[in-house]
């Protein structure tokens, strides 16, 4: 069996001419069926109908809260998000968000299910004052188990121009451990072109102080694609970036869809850099990251060796999820707040994305969930076979005819004959008890997984980014 996280060169996963061939537009697997195909028949009545049906022990739960508030917008931005000064906004929200709270704990019996995931995004979750931070915290232990003593894995995503060395105290003190910090380009003409000003000594000072408060894990992000990057400026990014030595990083594609997103109309689309650009900016990436002992996880996504999220890779209990890679597959996964998105058995369901909506929901009924789908058995095993190939670029044959009862070679004959074009591109090897993604498709995996997405031929591509 081969290992994931073994350390290839960038000679081994980077053909050129290959990810120019396959660099077509398609989903980032985040989920299975993906979110175009929820749909407003499954609402918060729905919801509950199917927690009830559903099974409930005493397993683990992940929780995920969205907190869309920003002050300043960054052009590139596909978040949902509200951009505004006005600090008295998150108080109406919070109280909402408390009773979301309460209404999905007692629906899950949250007080006797521990929480071994929790993440805060948003948005920005530092535009909270310190004070509402440990309300949220102590409404959320009111009404779930949380745990303590760094038992769980607790994230949030930080901005570093809103998180003082005080605020990161803090947020170790409420039993985060695990800290994401946006980055995304340490270049000041880069940062000008996409309205995120974020001097390198704002970003180091919250990395120092996450370590010296204790912090677990710390993952930075960055983005190529953006307006003025070359390899060049983005060479000088790494080598601050690897000065900070995080514990992760994600490397991002930027994906420019100014008609889905409006703000993106802001960025001058003359200064984006060209494909060719793009793929030596990774290429630089791959190679530089490499060489400073990172092992690449997938999907943007590397690590030291030693991490959580490179042993679950080598272990096998690597999943996927809508916050990205995860060490916990075993987790209902609940969101709350605008937007969130839920993963709960075998049904997904996510909240009004508007927040006058959500707050007028959760009013009326204590739920504001407008969307989702159950899967079939269909789904489900497809699912599960997107998620071996994202995450362990290899689908053995014989649990899938022993958990589904199907035998995989006829079932999936169309598919297998259609992935002939990748073995003969030496992107993947069919062998006779399962297939393995090899490293010249690693990079590519995503279009790999496209071809066992049986909803794909009737969603149009241009609502999904560039696989590179």
């Known amino acids: 069996m081969a290992n994931p996280s073994e350390a290839l060169s960038v000679d081994d996963l980077f053909d050129p001419a290959l990810l120019h061939k396959y660099d077509l537009n398609g989903p980032r697997y985040t989920s299975y069926p993906t979110a175009p195909q929820f749909h407003d028949r499954f609402g918060a009545a729905e919801y509950r109908q199917a927690i009830a049906q559903s099974p409930q022990s005493g397993q683990p739960l992940s929780l995920y809260m969205h907190l869309p508030f920003c002050d300043t917008v960054c052009f590139y931005c596909a978040c949902n998000k509200v951009i505004t000064r006005n600090r008295a906004r998150t108080r109406p929200y919070l109280e909402r968000l408390y009773r979301e709270i309460a209404a999905q704990a007692a629906l899950f019996d949250g007080t006797r299910r521990p929480i071994a995931q929790l993440h805060w995004g948003g948005g920005t979750p530092t535009f909270l004052s310190h004070d509402e931070m440990s309300e949220l915290m102590a409404v959320t232990g009111d009404h779930f188990q949380l745990l303590g003593d760094d038992q769980g894995e607790y994230s949030i995503e930080v901005d570093p121009r809103e998180a003082s060395p005080d605020t990161i105290a803090l947020l170790r003190e409420l039993g985060f451990n695990r800290l994401s910090v946006g980055v995304q380009d340490f270049d000041p003409q880069v940062q000008q072109a996409v309205n995120r000003i974020q001097p390198r000594a704002v970003t180091e000072a919250t990395v120092?102080?996450?370590?010296?408060?204790?912090?677990?894990?710390?993952?930075?992000?960055?983005?190529?694609?953006?307006?003025?990057?070359?390899?060049?400026?983005?060479?000088?990014?790494?080598?601050?970036?690897?000065?900070?030595?995080?514990?992760?990083?994600?490397?991002?594609?930027?994906?420019?869809?100014?008609?889905?997103?409006?703000?993106?109309?802001?960025?001058?689309?003359?200064?984006?850099?060209?494909?060719?650009?793009?793929?030596?900016?990774?290429?630089?990436?791959?190679?530089?990251?490499?060489?400073?002992?990172?092992?690449?996880?997938?999907?943007?996504?590397?690590?030291?060796?030693?991490?959580?999220?490179?042993?679950?890779?080598?272990?096998?209990?690597?999943?996927?999820?809508?916050?990205?890679?995860?060490?916990?597959?075993?987790?209902?996964?609940?969101?709350?707040?605008?937007?969130?998105?839920?993963?709960?058995?075998?049904?997904?369901?996510?909240?009004?994305?508007?927040?006058?909506?959500?707050?007028?929901?959760?009013?009326?009924?204590?739920?504001a969930v407008t969307r989702g789908i159950m899967l079939n058995d269909d789904d489900?095993?497809?699912?599960?076979?997107?998620?071996?190939?994202?995450?362990?670029?290899?689908?053995?044959?014989?649990?899938?005819?022993?958990?589904?009862?199907?035998?995989?070679?006829?079932?999936?004959?169309?598919?297998?004959?259609?992935?002939?074009?990748?073995?003969?591109?030496?992107?993947?090897?069919?062998?006779?008890?399962?297939?393995?993604?090899?490293?010249?498709?690693?990079?590519?995996?995503?279009?790999?997984?496209?071809?066992?997405?049986?909803?794909?031929?009737?969603?149009?591509?241009?609502?999904f980014s560039k696989t590179l």
Do not use: W
């Open 208 to 367: 120092n102080a996450a370590r010296q408060t204790g912090f677990r894990s710390i993952s930075l992000d960055l983005i190529y694609g953006l307006p003025h990057q070359s390899v060049a400026s983005f060479s000088r990014t790494l080598d601050a970036v690897l000065e900070l030595a995080p514990d992760r990083l994600s490397v991002f594609n930027y994906a420019h869809l100014p008609q889905f997103f409006k703000m993106q109309q802001q960025i001058d689309e003359s200064a984006l850099p060209g494909p060719a650009e793009k793929l030596a900016i990774l290429k630089t990436s791959i190679e530089r990251l490499g060489e400073a002992g990172y092992v690449y996880i997938g999907m943007d996504h590397f690590a030291r060796p030693d991490d959580e999220l490179a042993q679950a890779q080598v272990n096998r209990t690597l999943y996927r999820n809508f916050q990205g890679y995860s060490t916990h597959a075993d987790c209902d996964l609940i969101g709350l707040g605008v937007s969130a998105i839920g993963k709960i058995g075998n049904f997904y369901a996510q909240n009004l994305k508007v927040l006058p909506d959500y707050q007028n929901a959760i009013d009326a009924e204590g739920l």
């Open 380 to 463: 489900l095993l497809r699912r599960a076979v997107i998620n071996q190939l994202m995450c362990h670029f290899e689908l053995p044959l014989g649990p899938l005819q022993t958990q589904f009862g199907i035998d995989p070679a006829n079932y999936f004959s169309d598919e297998f004959e259609r992935l002939r074009a990748f073995e003969a591109d030496g992107l993947l090897a069919i062998e006779p008890d399962r297939l393995r993604v090899l490293p010249a498709g690693r990079l590519l995996v995503r279009n790999i997984c496209m071809v066992f997405d049986r909803y794909l031929t009737a969603q149009p591509a241009q609502r």
